[in-house]
């Protein structure tokens, strides 16, 4: 029963675009009424209408130690009473920033700003900046914020839409933004020997979660990262969804990859907005004050979010076994799910790193977003219905990745691979 639900969300779409504040919040691809959430405790979500669900989107990442964190939420109290922000250098943003460049390699310097869209729009002016150059090289079905450049076919909620071209991104624009296919080394090479000395930047997802749960294939890392060594072009590293979730030093660390500048979101401000950008010194120095890049705003580095994200950021580095527990759960996940969609019987995939996850109904291998495309979605829009019917919260698209929270327990997992079992019986 959602009846609340049901009315909150045709009142909110008298005020609010849709009734979201963010399009994949909206069911849309699914279908359906999306839930109205009222609170949220460790693993569960509960919504207008006190229905409990086990929680798979962690609110898109951020909250790797489970909701209601009590040390997060107990410093954002003491906090708030030292009043919510001013606009002035604070020794809590130096605090942040040390920890920061204690967890993640090869970040010389990091600027915070407040989200992931931020972090990676800025990280590509500096690009543009540092080199002069002009042109960035993306690849489809990564999402890396809403900035015009990177709208071009891109992930997340513009996939799950089917947005061909997004309407206000100029010609201008998207003519500066080359698009290749996610591991598919000889377009990139491609693009870059059609484009010689004018690409500033190529920047991906390390592992795309905006498609599903997509990892790099061997090689395809290194071959990027010799590629911009060669044609002085600056690897950006995306990793608002996969920075401080798959190691301490997120995917640099877990593949063993340097980027030149990397970009986090997310689990950084442990649910409050914050988003940061950072690298190398020599191209970090381009950014205003110091240099002539610049960048800006009223509330980056706010004391609120800075507290919750370093206490998050601390408990992820004092308690690394955190990470190991985290890979455990999502590892014991993945058996059971593949258990039952076994003996389901159908074709399926699971794509899985870490506490990343995805299932897709497909027949082949999901390497890139043509093949996360041509898999069977609308099962997975009965498989999402029939699982959330049974208290099972998953993302509401399949070009979303699951995120697990370290507050998931053995019984949660238990239920939840049950739910798969029963679920997929009733779908087609
Ligand atoms: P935000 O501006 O939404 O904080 O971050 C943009 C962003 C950048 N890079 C990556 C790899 C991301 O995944 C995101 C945001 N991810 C989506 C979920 N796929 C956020 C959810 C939403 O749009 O509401």
Known sequence: MINNSI??????????PGGVNSPVRAF????GTPLFIKKAQGAYLYDADDNRYIDYIASWGPMILG??????????QEYAEYSTSYGAPTELEIEMAELILSMVPNVDMIRMVSSGTEACMSALRLARGYTGRNKVIKFEGHYHGHADSFLVKAGSGVATFNIQTVPGITAGVSADTLVAAYNNLEQVQQLVAENKGEVAAIIMEPVAGNMGCILPEAGFLEGVRALCDAEGIVFIMDEVMTGFRLAPGGAQEKLGIKADLVTYGKVIGGGMPVGAFGGRRDIMEKIAPLGSVYQAGTLSGNPI?????YTTLKTLKDNPSIYAELDEKCNYLKIGLNEVLQAWGQPYIINQLGSMISVHFSDHAVTDFATASSANNARFNQFFHAMLKRGIYLPPSAFEAWFLNNALTQQDLDETIRAAKESLQEID
């Not at 009315?7 to 609010?16: D, G, P, T, V």
């Not at 979010?305 to 994200?309: D, F, H, Q, T």
Request: charged share 20%; net charge positive; proline share 3%.
């Open 7 to 16: 009315q909150l969300f045709e009142r909110a779409q008298r005020s609010i």
């Open 305 to 309: 979010a800075m507290i919750a994200g």
């Open 28 to 31: 849309k691809s699914v279908g």
């Open 67 to 76: 909701h209601a964190y009590e040390p997060v939420v107990k410093a954002i």
